[in-house]
């Protein structure tokens, strides 16, 4: 089965040549020149938020949209290499002073309304990906749940509206499987932050130790 889907990108390649959202080069979907060049976030965006790129920038823009819209699994494999090597340059030191060990990686999930209509959740896909690359990591997706049908955020005007969108659109359940871990939260892009401040707080209240957020983009 691996022969026959490394024959089919082969195929794909071919015919539709994957070239870098920055410089366009054939090849790599960012080269190591633009990835240099591309203006990062530098620290934490608020205490227990890890982002790697401006979303200002077009490049990250659109290899978001490639994400979030075609699904692109060779992308989400892109950044979340970028989003777990960015992370780990802090994580290391929540380890040393917090303990912060063996996490759940959950990726901010989709109503059922917007994944049957979209097909699939690019945080899904990034938590996916991200918890691949360290086998301290557990992927768990069956304790957050989105139960609310909620506006997108990206048409709302202001932080207070974004924030009154999401209040309770969330759900924790089988709560033993968080009580007292440590989780780190998945999303594509961080902007006022209250998707990712309602979702861990419903985690925090459920019983979790500690919830750090990590994203591509701010």
Known sequence: MQTICNIFKLVLNIFFPISCFRCKQNGVYLCESCFAELPKVEGKVENLFFTIFQYKERAVRDM????KYRGNRDVARLLSEYMYEWFCEDLSDETL???FVHPLVIPIPLSKKR???R????AEL????FTMRDTSFTLSTNVLYKIKDTRSQTTLKNRTE??????DSFEARN???IKDKNIILIDDIYTTGATLNEARRILINAGARMVLCCTIAH
């Not at 974004?162 to 209040?167: E, G, K, L, S, Y």
């Open 175 to 177: 709560a033993e499987k």
């Open 126 to 129: 990034l938590a996916r990906e």
């Open 64 to 67: 978001i949209w490639s994400l």
């Open 119 to 122: 097909g699939f959740n690019q």
């Open 115 to 117: 994944l049957r209509k």
């Open 162 to 167: 974004r924030m009154a969108n999401v209040i």
């Open 97 to 99: 002073f917090r303990g």
